[in-house]
């Protein structure tokens, strides 16, 4: 019989729509001779089943199963595909280690870890890995620009400290600017994070272990058309080149890869992971791990498999086949 797979979307942030383009796409990447997909949407207290995109029924909490069709369904596995809260902070993933229900992503303390971008970077300098100076900012913290601009320079990146990517973030190039960014990220996040600026290339890196195998994904660089690569760089057709396999040398292709296994080892991550770095005269700046990365078909994980001769359908098979085995 094949095992029930639970694709999970939906989750609490700004970030929902992409979630829901993510989940579209891992659910028609799922091998169907293997496996049986349902899709699962999480918004708030409301977890439904969804078949063909209508809600059919309500998800039992107490042990994740649902009424349907006059049968009780059960899941054998969860695929996360929720970006921001509940599904990339650990929340989700507690809750699936209590229903001792596997998933997809990294545990409770790694995703925790990595979503906290001021606590992961401070976690991560202890073993050398190069990154901007930061500075965070609770809300309601007095901002004083001066002090900032001394210590970080300007240009500058604000942006939430827990959570994506995508949204809240600025590039600040004036003082006057500072107040209203910092403002802008505490709308994401309950803390803010200032990033001195680092002129370089933009570099993003997937890779997922399993048992017995590891596949290091070729990596990308990222050209946005906009001044830095937001959610109009991300998801508007043409608002950005993305090259891959990156136009860097095979030595710098391996380095960087070599620092994302590291990183991935550190932070005990499991499932695909994406680290981003800045690469400038030769040094990779690590700037953020993200452990439910986006699987649109644009997004950066699907080309990177594509381009090492997969396809997506193959690696999620894998990771599934490894987590239940």
């Not at 095979?250 to 994406?274: E, F, M, P, W």
Request: with cysteine; net charge negative.
């Amino acid at each position: 019989m094949k095992k029930n797979i639970a694709v999970v979307y939906g989750g609490d942030s700004s970030e929902y729509v992409v979630s829901v383009m993510s989940s579209k796409n891992v659910f028609q990447s799922i091998d169907t001779e293997l496996f049986q997909p349902w899709a699962v949407e999480m918004k708030g207290a409301e977890w439904k089943l969804l078949v063909n995109g209508e809600p059919v029924a309500d998800i039992d909490k107490q042990d994740f199963s649902v009424e349907y069709q006059h049968e009780r369904l059960r899941f054998d596995f969860a695929y996360i595909t929720i970006h921001g809260t509940p599904g990339e902070d650990g929340i989700l993933q507690g809750y699936f280690d209590l229903m001792k229900i596997p998933y997809s992503t990294c545990g409770v303390q790694s995703s925790a870890l990595t979503f906290n971008k001021y606590y992961c970077s401070n976690y991560l300098r202890n073993f050398n890995i190069a990154m901007a100076k930061s500075v965070r900012l609770t809300k309601g913290d007095v901002i004083d620009e001066d002090a900032l601009v001394e210590k970080l320079g300007l240009p500058v990146f604000v942006k939430p400290n827990a959570g994506g990517s995508s949204f809240g973030i600025t590039k600040v190039k004036n003082k006057a600017d500072l107040k209203g960014a910092v403002e802008a990220a505490w709308k994401e996040s309950s803390e803010a994070l200032i990033e001195e600026f680092i002129d370089g290339l933009e570099i993003t890196s997937g890779l997922v272990k399993l048992k017995n195998e590891s596949f290091l994904f070729p990596v990308t660089e990222v050209l946005p058309k906009n001044e830095f690569f937001d959610f109009e760089a991300k998801y508007t057709k043409g608002a950005t080149e993305e090259i891959t396999p990156a136009r860097i040398s095979a030595a710098l292709t391996k380095t960087c890869q070599q620092l994302s296994s590291q990183i991935y080892d550190l932070c005990n991550c499991q499932g695909i992971v994406r680290v981003d770095y800045i690469l400038k005269d030769g040094v990779f700046y690590f700037l953020e791990v993200n452990t439910t990365p986006g699987m649109t078909p644009t997004s950066f994980i699907p080309q990177q498999i594509e381009a090492m001769g997969f396809e997506l359908k193959d690696i999620i098979s894998k990771i599934v086949n490894d987590q239940l085995s």
